[in-house]
């Protein structure tokens, strides 16, 4: 992992990788001064530069917005190597001791440099990615168990906490894709449901894999339901059904009683609801989707075979455009 440091050397380090992202072109660094005038929309950082992220990457560049992708957020509550990793705060699976996320959730963006790294950014995309750390939950869980599917990353999670939870607070605009609609569900206080096929299962169903491609090989297609006009993803659509969404997920959010989050899309696969997007309707602009439009933007862009088997490129576009126009 980059830009790793002691905690006392922070501000220093921080201050000379700002400057030198500066330096860098539009739609890969920070902020240029001769584009002022258009809005400042940041990616979350993420440990590794998966398909996913480069796409996300990829359809914010076709916005007229400046694009920056943020740094790694460190807790101050925790010690790291000079690589950026966490020392003592993890175990052998990867996944946060109880002890760490517990000064994550309690601190939240507090204990970090989050305010000087939003400086001037009027939104931010919160990308796909790995599984979030159960003990990240409000109702903590063991881990899964599941070999194949141990993909964690301690230190984007203490990252992304961070990040949403002073994005929350300040009311900045998100738009949380797959992963990130599963963190904006878990600083909302919502459960998660660690696997899919695990889940069905234990209510005596079989899973038909709707959601990802078991052998991993591309994004599944698959059709959402919205489930209301008065929300952000039909105002943004114009539409009470998506088709031939990019899917590629084995968890999902589960409960969301007694939280602000509002379930405004689901499929139904084998008689049982998966949610599809949420929203913080006592913020202004927060929209969580499960599936991923920046994979069928990025398709479209890249003019691959299967292109035509996923969402319109200005549908899978409409939603970064919004996020643009929000901030205008």
Request: proline share 3%.
């Amino acid at each position: 992992m980059n830009c790793g440091v002691k905690n006392g050397s922070a501000a220093l380090f921080l201050g000379v990788c700002l400057f030198l992202t500066g330096c860098s072109a539009n739609k890969q660094g920070a902020i240029p001064a001769e584009d002022n005038d258009a809005v400042n929309i940041a990616v979350a950082w993420n440990n590794v530069r998966s398909y996913s992220f480069e796409s996300t990457i990829a359809a914010a560049n076709e916005l007229d917005a400046n694009i920056t992708e943020l740094p790694m957020l460190r807790s101050y509550d925790m010690e790291y190597d000079g690589d950026g990793m966490l020392i003592g705060a993890k175990d052998e699976h990867g996944i946060l001791t109880p002890e760490a996320a517990k000064l994550v959730k309690t601190n939240t963006w507090q204990n970090s440099k989050a305010e000087l790294v939003m400086q001037d950014i009027d939104a931010v995309i919160f990308p796909g990615g790995s599984d979030i750390c159960p003990t990240l939950y409000y109702s903590e869980q063991p881990w899964h168990g599941i070999e194949n599917d141990t993909d964690y990353c301690a230190e984007r999670d203490v990252s992304d906490y961070i990040l949403m939870s002073y994005c929350l607070e300040k009311d900045i605009p998100i738009l949380a894709i797959c992963r990130g609609m599963q963190m904006l569900s878990v600083v909302s206080g919502a459960d998660i449901i660690q696997d899919i096929g695990q889940w069905y299962n234990t209510q005596g169903i079989t899973y038909d894999d709707t959601h990802r491609d078991p052998e991993k090989k591309d994004f599944a297609a698959h059709s959402i339901d919205i489930v209301s006009d008065d929300s952000l993803i039909y105002s943004i659509t114009g539409q009470r059904e998506l088709t031939d969404c990019p899917s590629w997920h084995h968890q999902a959010v589960g409960d969301v009683s007694g939280t602000r989050l509002t379930v405004t899309a689901r499929t139904i696969s084998n008689g049982i609801e998966i949610i599809e997007a949420v929203e913080r309707k006592d913020k202004t602009f927060c929209l969580g989707v499960q599936f991923h439009p920046e994979v069928a933007v990025r398709k479209v862009l890249d003019k691959t075979d299967n292109a035509a088997d996923f969402m319109e490129y200005d549908t899978a576009m409409s939603f970064f455009r919004a996020l643009e126009s929000q901030c205008k």
